[in-house]
């Protein structure tokens, strides 16, 4: 079993910006991909990014050039940098992790998010 814990969600003004973090912890051999997804009210969850094991990243239109991924793999950690916020970013946001474990199968793993807010 594997958890995967949000943290920095929080209330910014527009314009503002926020670092969330996510940490890995459990049977975990090894992370492939990694990724960030939000979901609005009244919404349906998006793809915000994603990242691989060697740091190769996408991104979802709407949020390049205002959002950076990155990832450290000793630390089994998933960072999304968020700058220009604007009040649609406003969600839930999740991160989720491919994970290999010891019983040599992989599985997908979600946190149970953290709140972003952007006030106009």
């Known amino acids: 079993q594997v958890q995967l814990v949000e943290s920095g969600g929080g209330l910014v003004q527009a314009g503002g910006s926020l670092r969330l973090s996510c940490v890995a912890s459990g049977d975990i051999i090894y992370i492939f991909s990694m990724g960030w997804y939000r979901q609005a009210p009244g919404k349906e969850r998006e793809l915000v990014g994603g990242i691989t094991s060697d740091d190769v990243s996408t991104y979802t239109d709407s949020m390049k050039g205002r959002f950076t991924i990155s990832r450290d793999n000793a630390k089994n950690t998933l960072t999304l940098q968020m700058s220009s916020l604007k009040p649609e970013d406003t969600a839930v946001y999740y991160c989720?992790?491919?994970?290999?474990?010891?019983?040599?199968?992989?599985?997908?793993?979600w946190g149970q998010g953290t709140q972003v807010t952007v006030s106009s």
């Open positions: 989720n992790a491919d994970v290999f474990s010891s019983d040599g199968l992989g599985y997908v793993y």
